[in-house]
């Protein structure tokens, strides 16, 4: 590495109420290379990049950029300094348009906005970013509102742009669209560091791959000096390969009494005579492409929306009909949905991990009068923390302050707390790094083996492969094929999927 770094952290050290969340950390950005940061839940990689970004300082160790120490207080210093970050959670005022948010901070007193309008134009099209500046920033979508991030760090002059889980929430073509835009910043000599679960698309995306564990830097290395293999078994530091996505099911659990039939299932536009049914002890996998109704149609079971009222269908749960108009009765009758937006409809973020779990304790009690015990929420919270190993100092952190994988446990708690009889998983390990997904695909299969009715939603085909006993294909809003998990294979189903 002959180039000076354009971004340099030596011995870096943060610590919180005494306990490292990096330590003693080497890490050097080239100029105009793509940099993939990767490790599990835990292993400081979000505290390395805000340290980088200005949103934490170190505790002891130094920060260089083009050689120089530099010390930003916030991220407005480290965008000074050249350094901005694109956050999982965007920082773009939704109520303002796209050439506001651009160039907020910026304007000068008697701007005019059509001004404003024809720079951003001008300005998004030579980035060949097509967004209309116009455009209120809440109506556009993800992928969209990544490029308005993008523009208004390269705006800045930023000579280092990081993205913390970038292709999270972005569909298979967004992604691709992502990654075109991140070729453009390399081709424009912008250094780009990404943090990504997805570990193909580091070692697609990437010239360099640096890992960490338990808050220490493992390994950087070339991407041509790594397989899946080598960084799985450098980030857990064990070989997860033959546990995770591994081997073709060799068996399947037998079909126990049928807990869940629907019938003839109406959604609006997105769910169209949709029939299923779901048994006890077994884990039954549901694949499908963007837009076939598969969230859909088990929100409706679980009270989350409404069927249509006229010709809506039938739902039987035990052999009953069942409709509900709020969640709550879902859960009282023993259903308990895992949603897959956890930081909107998972958890209450500035609330502790064990009054999160507590909270879908009451849920299930149910009547106007709840009593709030400390005593009871602290018992309860300590159980589960243990129950789901979830990583955390103690049971009194905020759920903002977790990790992606241990605010997918606390969720996950949150649902076992209140003993159901069905779970359903909504994409149980989207953003979760490969140690945590492993803990919950063995606790998936757990309470399968232990008698419950367990549903598993998933766009990645091979977790649907490694979970399930029965897999289900939607396609346009209803169930197309249904495979046993011994005869499927990924052709199939993706045939499936898509004809």
Do not use: C
């Not at 300094?81 to 959670?89: I, K, S, T």
């Not at 099209?125 to 097509?130: E, K, M, N, V």
């Not at 359903?424 to 953003?431: K, N, S, V």
């Amino acid at each position: 590495m002959n180039a000076t770094p354009v971004l340099e952290l030596r011995e870096a050290t943060k610590k919180y109420a005494g306990v490292p969340a990096i330590d003693g950390v080497n890490f050097a950005l080239i100029p105009g290379e793509i940099h993939a940061i990767i490790g599990e839940n835990g292993a400081g990689k979000s505290t390395l990049t805000k340290v980088m970004a200005g949103v934490v300082q170190l505790t002891s160790g130094q920060m260089l950029v083009e050689g120089r120490e530099v010390h930003p207080q916030t991220p407005n210093d480290a965008l000074k300094m050249g350094v901005a970050m694109v956050f999982q959670e965007t920082s773009l005022v939704p109520t303002m348009t796209v050439a506001q948010n651009l160039f907020l901070g910026q304007e000068n007193f008697f701007n005019r906005l059509r001004g404003i309008y024809i720079a951003a134009q001008q300005f998004l099209q030579s980035l060949q970013f097509d967004v209309d500046p116009t455009a209120q920033v809440s109506l556009l979508g993800a992928a969209k509102k990544q490029m308005v991030e993008i523009a208004r760090a390269v705006l800045h002059d930023a000579k280092v742009i990081i993205f913390d889980e970038p292709t999270a929430s972005l569909t298979p073509e967004e992604k691709k669209y992502f990654f075109d835009l991140v070729y453009k910043l390399k081709e424009r000599g912008v250094s780009v560091i990404f943090i990504s679960h997805a570990l193909e698309e580091a070692l697609m995306v990437s010239d360099r791959i640096t890992i960490l564990r338990d808050g220490k830097h493992v390994v950087t290395d070339d991407k041509a000096n790594f397989d899946r293999a080598r960084i799985v078994q450098s980030m857990v530091g064990r070989d997860l390969s033959q546990t995770l996505y591994g081997q073709k099911k060799m068996h399947v659990r037998p079909q126990g009494k049928r807990v869940l039939s629907i019938q003839n299932l109406r959604m609006a536009a997105m769910v169209k005579n949709n029939s299923l049914s779901v048994f006890a002890g077994q884990v039954t996998g549901v694949f499908g492409l963007v837009g076939s109704g598969r969230t859909e149609t088990f929100k409706v079971v679980a009270g989350v929306i409404k069927r249509d009222f006229m010709h809506g269908g039938e739902v039987f749960l035990h052999g009953k009909p069942i409709r509900y108009f709020v969640p709550a009765s879902a859960v009282r009758d023993g259903i308990a949905y895992v949603t897959e937006d956890r930081k909107i409809e998972g958890f209450f973020e500035t609330k502790s991990i064990a009054d999160n779990i507590y909270l879908g304790l009451l849920a299930k009690i149910g009547g106007k009068f709840k009593l709030v015990s400390r005593k009871a929420a602290s018992t309860v919270g300590e159980h589960w923390i243990k129950q789901l190993n979830v990583r955390a100092i103690n049971k009194d952190v905020k759920a903002i302050e977790l990790s992606g994988g241990n605010q997918q446990k606390v969720v996950i708690a949150k649902s076992l707390v209140q003993e159901p009889d069905l779970i359903i998983f909504d994409e149980p390990t989207r953003g979760v790094d490969v140690g945590a997904i492993s803990e919950i695909h063995d606790l998936i299969n757990r309470l399968a083996d232990e008698g419950k009715a367990v549903v598993v939603i998933s766009s990645y085909l091979p977790e649907i492969m490694a979970l399930s006993d029965r897999i289900l294909v939607q396609r346009m809003g209803k169930v197309v094929e249904e495979y046993s998990a011994l005869e499927a294979n990924e052709e199939k189903i993706m045939y499936a999927a898509i004809h």
